[in-house]
Every structure is written in C-alpha cells, then in structure tokens.
C-alpha cells in the first residue's frame, strides 16, 4: 500500500518520531560528506500551482542528495492548467515516477491526485495545511531544546495552513499549544477540536501578549498569504498589534525562541530586529526543510539508510 502524506496527521507518533531521527542522520551525515544515494532511479514529480523559494528548492536538493531526480512542473505549463482533469494527471504520473509532491490553491486537488495516483503524494502546501513546514519545525524544535513534549508555544497571527498542520501536530508531539489571531482570521474551532479530541493540548486566546505569556516558542507566519492579496488593506489593519516584535517578546520565557516558515515581511508580523536577532531559529528551521523532507521521502518510498559508520 502506498502512503501519502497530504496532512501531518497521516504519520503516526512513532514514525514522527522516525522521520527526525533519520533527518538529524542524513544531517550529520551531509556535513561529515557521507553520500546516502538510497533513492537511486527514482523521480520525484514537484507540481506547483502557486510560488516557492524553500519547497521547491528543498525537495529538488534532496532528491539529489539521495542519489534521484526531482522535475519541476509549473501547473500552468502542465495540461491540468488547460482542463486536463487532475485525476487522469495522476493516473499518467503514476506511470512515470515514483512520487508526487504539489503545492496547491485548493486541498481537494491533493487528495484527488492521491486518491487516483498509485504512487505517494505529498502536500507541498495547501489552503488547509503545510505539513511539511512542520517536520521541519519540530526537527528544529528537538535540536535546539533537546525535547519536544510539554514546550510551551504561543502561534501569533493569522489562523492559517501552517498554524492548522502546528495545531493538530500537537496530538504526536505533546506540545502545549496556545493560539492568538485577531477576529476574523481565528484557526477553525473544528480543527481544534479534532487536536484536543485526540490529545492534543490546544487553546486559544484574542491577546498575544497571553499567548506569548511564558512560552518557549513563538511561531508567526505572513498575515497574507497567497491567494489572500487582494485583502491586503482589510488585513494589515485587522493585524495590527500582532506583530512578534521584542516588546511581545518580553512576556514569553527569556529562553524563547521564534520561529517562520518564510517568507517574511519585516515590519509586519515580524520586527525585523527578532527574525534577525538572537532569539530567532528561522535560518536553521529553513534548513531543515531539506533534512526533514529527505527523512520523509525516505520513509515514504521505504528505504532505508545507510548508517554512519
Ligand atoms: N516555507 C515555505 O514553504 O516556503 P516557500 O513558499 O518558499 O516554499
Ligand atoms: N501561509 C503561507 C505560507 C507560505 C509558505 C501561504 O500560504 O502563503
């Protein structure tokens, strides 16, 4: 059976788990020089409906890294942006390469490439959730603070994809997770019922500064993301005290650390002091997008890897 991977809840605890103790391997396995060409032959199709810097560039590096080959496919190139249907795309890629990856405007259109596709799928970003952002932060997470059960982290922001994949990872993670959006733009009561349904220890709250209030972590994102510009104006002026800047900071744990997927906007949920700061851990978590994707694929494609000697 193949097995895709469209939500952070599609692995388990234990193969969480798994997946960063094979990225911190090939981690310090890239650094000492030690090629691990486990995925030799194989291909990955990389699908994008919209922009990216870290995913494509991530996924294409890894692929190579691990001895195979990444394709770029802009869908506006592919026949699906003149009306091919997504499910006979899939049928057709099934057939050529080993897995898919897509970012897509909408989450149904990665779950009918997967429903329809015998090889794995992998959301490269949704509007629903960016589970792959979050292999990365918890890998981030577990490097820095040597743990990951019972952190205390505040989400300051928009209540969007990646803050619905931090919201429900917390079922595998055991992160305590309190979450702080202005009104209009809350994370979906449904989605936080799932985690705490499950296990999950989520809250959320109107005021970042409670958020913030003792945390270890600090995660923001963009307050537009994309598909949301046309609201710019709306949005800017709805956000307006949500900025992650050091006098937000002041209430966390003076220990905290901050986290964003990027890309960032200095100046808006983000003073450019913190990104740029010691407190921040962005640069390592982009990094570790390349890591923790190679674990993934990896684990999807069932190879193993070759241990250090
Ligand atoms: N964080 C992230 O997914 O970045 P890109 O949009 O550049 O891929
Ligand atoms: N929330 C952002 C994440 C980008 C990586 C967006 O969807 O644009």
Redesign the pocket.
């Known amino acids: 059976m193949k097995k895709d991977f469209l939500s952070i809840l599609d692995i388990d605890r234990a193969e969480l788990f798994e997946i960063l103790q094979d990225a911190e391997r090939l981690k310090r396995q890239k650094r000492a020089g030690v090629s691990h060409e486990v995925l030799k032959g194989s291909t990955l199709a990389m699908i994008f409906e919209k ?6 560039i991530s996924f294409e590096v890894g692929m190579n890294e691990l001895g195979g080959h990444a394709l770029f496919l802009n869908a506006k190139d592919l026949q699906i942006g003149r009306g091919e249907e997504i499910r006979d795309t899939a049928r057709v890629a099934s057939r050529y390469v080993t897995a898919v990856m897509i970012r897509a405007n909408k989450h149904s259109t990665i779950e009918e490439l997967a429903q329809n596709a015998t090889i794995p799928v992998i959301n490269g ?1 949704s509007d629903r959730e ?1 589970p792959c ?1 979050l292999l990365a932060d918890i890998l981030t997470l577990k490097e820095h603070f040597g743990k990951i059960e019972d952190l205390r982290v505040a989400w300051v922001g928009d209540g969007n994809n990646v803050c619905n994949s931090l919201v429900l990872s917390s079922i595998l993670t055991g992160m305590d997770v309190t979450v702080a959006t202005p009104k209009g733009y809350e994370v979906s009561p449904e989605l936080v019922q799932q985690a705490v349904s499950c296990g999950g220890m989520v809250k959320t709250v109107k005021e970042p500064e409670k958020a913030v209030k003792d945390a270890d972590v600090i995660f923001t994102d963009t307050w537009i993301s994309m598909g949301d510009e046309a609201e710019r104006t709306r949005r800017l002026a709805a956000f307006r005290g949500f900025t992650v800047d050091t006098a937000l900071l002041r209430h966390a744990s003076p220990d905290a650390r901050v986290l964003h ?3 960032a906007h200095r100046g808006e949920e983000i003073a450019g002091d913190v990104i740029d700061g010691p407190q921040s851990l962005v640069w390592e978590e982009a990094e570790n997008r390349l890591h923790a994707q190679k674990a993934l694929l990896v684990k999807l494609l069932k190879k193993e890897i070759i241990s250090l000697q």
């Open positions: 922009s990216s810097t870290r995913t494509h970003l960016h952002q997927c990027l890309p």
